[in-house]
């Protein structure tokens, strides 16, 4: 029995339901040009295999079709397209043995140091996992995963003053600290007799951790560089608890204002404070994407992303020296550029692209600056 193929289940499912593409196309945003390149099996339209498979999951998901058996079909498909004739499978390999210099011994001695190799990752897993403690004191940290549950919201931290802001378990603060993105949030709530405590956790992009750390009603804590869990940190920051209940927590932020060998404040002429940055500071890029669109990301020259990105989805970005951005719908995602305040990059069904690059100030060759091209 001949099994459908996948632009046939698609268009059918379609027209079962009395659907045209335009109908679709505007239900679920994607062009009619790529929903015809679907039913059609006309996959070169697409820039990318990751690209096809995010529109063919997006397609299928609104038809109610199982997604996963048309990903795994069209994968079926595409093998079928590509597989070698039968004769190439099985030509002889004789030849291979003599080209290389086939040495029996050596493959036994190389396959002994592999699993020697295997051995010493998974004991040093083991160590690794088993030494580390769950007990969390005020000034130790531990690796942890931000959860997925918590809800950031971006605010600003002034230069001159505190800031208050309330934490609860499913909503965090996310701030801007000499152009470093940080995020604050409660990690739990140890409910005491007389007094809550709360143990909250900091990151700082772009570390792969975060530290944690108790504070009860009226406590303060300084977070700065020598914790080595945020030894990134360019300038310390103070964290004082106003109020603790069982759920949230209310917390007072506020910079201190000497930064970390690098950077510099001075007055400026009107005597307010201003921040000057010196030394290598990074192009750091936060992508909100509110609906699936096609997006690619160079950093430094180096091709760091390639494909669909779904909505709901954020992607933080570092760029030494260039970063360059390019997203198919420009509508579908906001952007944060080193503190910078939330702008939609473009036009709904726009391309856009973005090329930042740091540069030294033309005014102070010990400064740098970022520049975006075009402006």
Known sequence: MNQKRVGQILREAREEKKLTVKDVSKDTNISVKYILALETEDYAQFPGETFTIGFLKNYGSYLKLDTGMLINLYRGEKIEESQAPLEELTKPTSNFYYDLNFDKNKLITAISVLMVAIAAVLLYTFIDGSSSDDDVTEESGRRLEIPESIDFINRSVPETRPESFILTANQGVSFSASNQQCKLFISSVEQGSDTNTAVLAFNVYPELTVYKFRLSEGQEKVLSYSIPEISSLRRSIRISAQSVTGSSAKVLVSLSEEERQGTTVQPNPQGEDSTKTLGDVPIQV????????????????????RGLVQGGENKALEAKDRLEIKVGDGSAVEMIQNGKPKVVLGRPGKLVKKVYIKTPNPYDSTQFIIKELGE
């Open 286 to 305: 936060t992508l909100f994407f509110s609906k699936p669109s096609y997006a690619e990301f160079i950093i430094d020259g180096q091709m760091g992303f």
